[in-house]
């Protein structure tokens, strides 16, 4: 940091030595035309404390600019106020050349003013040019900075994302489901259910069409959303066979909601392997949907063992971790993913996100 702040003063020093070379070009050759004996030096003085000074007042004006800004609603307060400052440090620019220049003359100071107001010439406005010019380059390369920085913000938040979404559908269809359900179409084939064994590969297919497609859709409706789970319950059902009894309920408005791709599965599948996988009995999942105010309230529910809410910390594994990983990052802190359970009354997640309806989602 410090060895860039010393190139960045190095590169304003040696700009301003450069712009005081060429404005002392100028006035020394259009001088040469009255008097063709002219040194170079004597009329590139006045153009070179020009540069040094503006080369040290730089800071200044940048702090100034922050005091105050040129931001929208104080336009013409911001525009007052920096008008009258380029204007005194003309003034004040202009006043310490000619004190120098008359010290150097051996002319005495009690005519200061007189000659001050003498000599006083347009050329000097192009002080006021220079501070409008550090104004306007040093806003220009603070947008530019702030721009790569929200690029790269971005950039970094996409990444994640993409990450999370890799990472979800990894944990979704695991390769426990994979054998599970492998291993649930060659005991049909073996019973010769032979009808049974293809509507079920038919099911995994669609299932892992829509798996692979997710990749590139991030939101779907939650109609969409309910459509995967109802085929990834029936291939669970085809498992644990009356063991396992699901619903789902949604009211109209909240299935045309715009929801991360996939996003429940993991929490309908927790609510399978820890609820009715735990079950010797009949066991339930409840999947329901509706929206309150501008939310989507979502709950998935089961009737297993469930567990001691002061060991939550623990109960939420791999997959609601990544579902809440997930919505954190499509979502930032505007959702909320609480869960509920006690010994013998089963789990209840209960998401919460922003309702944003098909319609809006496709004119944004």
């Known amino acids: ?76 307060a911001g525009i007052g106020f920096h008008v009258a400052m380029s204007l005194t440090l003309m003034a004040g620019f202009y006043l310490v050349r000619m004190f120098f220049a008359m010290v150097a003359a051996g002319e005495p100071l009690e005519g200061f003013w007189r000659s001050a107001g003498r000599w006083f010439y347009g050329r000097n406005l192009i002080d006021v040019v220079y501070y409008w010019s550090v104004i306007g380059v040093t806003y220009a390369l603070r947008m530019r900075e702030r721009y790569q920085r929200e690029t790269l913000r971005a950039a970094q938040l ?52 829509v798996s692979l497609e997710s990749n590139r859709v991030h939101t779907v409706t939650l109609r969409q959303e309910l459509e995967f789970l109802s085929r990834y319950l029936e291939i669970q059902k085809a498992r644990f066979g009356e063991r396992l009894h699901y619903e789902a309920e949604a009211e109209p408005e909240a299935l045309g909601a715009q929801v991360p791709n996939l996003f429940l599965q993991p929490v309908v599948e927790n609510a399978i392997l820890h609820g009715v996988g735990q079950k010797a009995e009949t066991g339930h999942v409840a999947i329901s949907a509706c929206v309150r105010g501008r939310r989507l309230h979502v709950e998935v529910r089961d009737d297993g063992p469930g567990f001691d809410v002061r060991e939550a ?19 930032g802190a505007d959702y909320q993913m609480v869960l509920k359970s006690e010994k013998g009354h089963g789990v209840t997640v209960s998401l919460v996100l922003p309702f944003t309806p098909a319609a809006a989602a496709a004119r944004a």
């Not at 359900?181 to 590969?201: C, G, H, K, P, S």
């Not at 109960?315 to 979502?331: C, F, I, Q, S, W």
């Open 1 to 76: 940091m410090t060895e860039h702040r010393a190139l960045r003063w190095l590169i304003l020093a040696a700009l301003w030595l450069f712009v005081g070379f060429a404005l002392s070009t100028e006035v020394y050759f259009n001088t040469r035309v009255m008097d063709p004996n002219v040194a170079f030096w004597s009329v590139a003085q006045g153009q070179f404390q020009r540069a040094v000074l503006w080369a040290v007042l730089v800071p200044v004006v940048v702090w100034l600019r922050d005091a105050v800004p040129l931001n929208r609603g104080r336009w013409v």
């Open 158 to 209: 996409e990444a994640k994302l993409v990450q999370a979404e890799l990472k979800a559908l990894k944990h979704q269809l695991n390769p426990h489901f994979l054998f599970n359900t492998m291993n649930t179409i060659a005991v049909l084939v073996r019973e010769r259910r032979n009808d049974d064994a293809v509507q079920l590969i038919a099911r995994l297919s669609a299932l892992l069409r």
């Open 313 to 331: 910390p623990l109960a939420e594994g791999v997959g609601l971790t990544n579902t809440r990983e997930r919505l954190e990052k499509h979502y």
